[in-house]
């Protein structure tokens, strides 16, 4: 990877893609049934926000399976934010916003009064339960009548406990061989980040918001539907699952 002042933004987003996909190794999986879905539901033009963007691995995806696309990319994170700016640098299909999702107002920085689409994946749960569903009644306000909302996340069902013990130890198990043959983890990417020379302040701010991890909350896909329909949204169910994750579905 390049680390020098002209830094190589293709590089550090495919970094940061294989750094999560240790985690999540089904991820692309995940990305192409919200794209099917897209498509399915709003068309192969959608106008679409990106929440919680991060580097912008969802418009990376969108642009390139739906080339007529648009994408407005919204995140707090600077150092993410600084490799989606360089990424699509350029890109007058792409849009990205600063803000603060627990923010009540941060949709009026937003280009758009309305999108066909708002995608988001492996990022809410940063954040706990309330003002997780405070921000599901902003989304069902930007989402146009027919338009969709996706959240690809971790939705734990804590009535299966044994269940939900087994996956853990085998996707450990899997994660710790990864490691050893080299694999970066969260911890790894951000040391690396922070000896950067571009990436260094951006991490370093970004770490002055967030501190190590945010800790939030990850209900079940039920309670992410139930809700999604208390806030507005006329069906809501989950489209995709793994043992600890899923990706829910809301139609406007």
């Not at 002209?6 to 495919?14: K, L, V």
């Not at 995140?75 to 990205?96: H, K, N, S």
């Not at 990864?178 to 969260?186: Q, S, T």
């Amino acid at each position: 990877m390049t680390t020098t002042a002209g830094a190589d933004w293709h590089a550090w987003q495919q970094s940061w893609d294989r750094q999560q996909e240790w985690y999540l190794p089904d991820r692309e999986e995940r990305f192409r049934v919200m794209l099917d879905m897209v498509e399915a539901l709003v068309g192969p033009e959608p106008r679409v926000l990106d929440l919680a963007c991060g580097t912008g691995s969802i418009t990376a995806r969108l642009l390139e399976r739906f080339p007529k696309a648009v994408s407005t990319g919204v995140d707090l994170d600077p150092a993410l934010l600084a490799i989606a700016e360089g990424t699509f640098a350029g890109d007058d299909r792409v849009a990205l916003v600063t803000a603060d999702l627990k923010d009540p107002e941060w949709t009026t920085l937003l280009p758009y009064d309305s999108y066909d689409a708002v995608l988001t994946a492996t990022a809410l749960h940063w954040l706990h339960t309330e003002p997780l569903a405070a921000l599901y009644c902003r989304i069902a306000d930007i989402v146009r009548d027919g338009g969709v909302f996706m959240n690809a996340d971790h939705m734990i069902d804590e009535t299966t406990p044994r269940i939900n013990a087994a996956d853990r130890a085998q996707r450990h198990a899997r994660m710790d061989r990864a490691k050893d043959a080299g694999v970066l983890d969260w911890a790894g990417w951000w040391e690396l980040a922070a000896q950067d020379p571009v990436l260094a302040g951006p991490t370093a701010r970004r770490f002055e918001i967030y501190g190590e991890h945010a800790e939030g909350d990850t209900p079940s896909a039920d309670w992410h539907a139930r809700v999604l329909r208390e806030s507005g949204f006329a069906e809501a169910r989950p489209v995709w699952r793994s043992p600890s994750d899923a990706l829910v579905l809301a139609l406007k």
